[in-house]
């Protein structure tokens, strides 16, 4: 899919407690080779002194959650990861960050997006590769390779989850020569009710029209016509606390060789 994901995000990562034992051992581990380093003081003001925070919010331990920057690993030597710089913060359940860059069921929706693979377009065609002038050649895809496809990313211990779901919507023909035409006429072929896009050939339909398919009105010369299909997906997203949107859609596309004959019946 095409949406580029954030290069760092602050999201939930300490409980008070887990943040007070961690962030104590460093400063001892500090004081035992050779002192504390320059900001150590503001930071035992900051987390421990009551400026503004009081033993790390110990006392609150399950009403909130200490929230951290963090690089998306994909981008970590982009220098925009380096942008999530807010030292630790406190966050109460149920409240928002305030920050710009915390995340969000949509910021999640987003990540979802990113990891979102769908099947590749790989349509069924009879005849396949070579075809015959004026005679159609019928196209399809089978329900079992155009399902929805899920992608869940969410942040354990949170509550906060976003969901993409791709719907496959459509497959459009471009017979790859102005010398066709296209079943339907317009070259979108809609999905079936079963999920499946037009019919498979049977045999004895040679001469029939077929509901998603071309039919090339001239020979190829010179090298083969390039038949594209392109299906197109269509992505939403539903998340915590009932938030949901749309996506943008996909297209993706395969091409297929196609010779064309110059007879006017063939036997299948």
Request: with cysteine.
């Amino acid at each position: 899919m095409g949406w580029k994901a954030p290069a760092c995000w602050y999201e939930p990562y300490w409980k008070a407690k887990d943040f007070k034992t961690f962030t104590e051992a460093k400063w001892s581990m500090y004081s035992s080779v050779g002192g504390d380093p320059k900001g150590i003081a503001g930071d035992k003001a900051l987390y421990k002194g009551g400026k503004p925070y009081k033993d790390f919010n110990a006392a609150k331990s399950d009403k909130g959650m200490w929230w951290v920057g963090v690089k998306n690993k994909s981008m970590e030597h982009d220098p925009a990861a380096g942008a999530c710089d807010r030292k630790p913060f406190w966050v109460d359940n149920g409240k928002a960050p305030g920050v710009p860059g915390a995340i969000d069921t949509k910021t999640l929706a987003d990540l979802a997006y990113q990891r979102t693979k769908v099947p590749d377009t790989e349509v069924e065609l009879k005849p396949k590769n070579r075809s015959t002038v004026n005679l159609p050649t019928w196209v399809w895809l089978d329900k079992a390779k155009f399902r929805e496809v899920k992608v869940r990313a969410e942040l354990p211990g949170t509550g906060l989850w976003a969901e993409t779901i791709a719907k496959p919507v459509g497959l459009h023909l471009n017979p790859g020569t102005d010398d066709a035409e296209t079943y339907p006429a317009s070259g979108e072929c809609a999905i079936n009710d079963d999920n499946s896009i037009g019919a498979p050939y049977a045999k004895g339909d040679s001469s029939t029209t077929p509901p998603c398919g071309v039919r090339y009105l001239r020979a190829t010369g010179g090298g083969p016509y390039q038949l594209k299909a392109s299906v197109t997906w269509e992505v939403t997203w539903r998340g915590a606390g009932k938030t949901g949107d749309d996506l943008p859609n996909g297209t993706f596309e395969t091409t297929q060789d196609m010779e064309v004959q110059e007879i006017q019946s063939i036997n299948r």
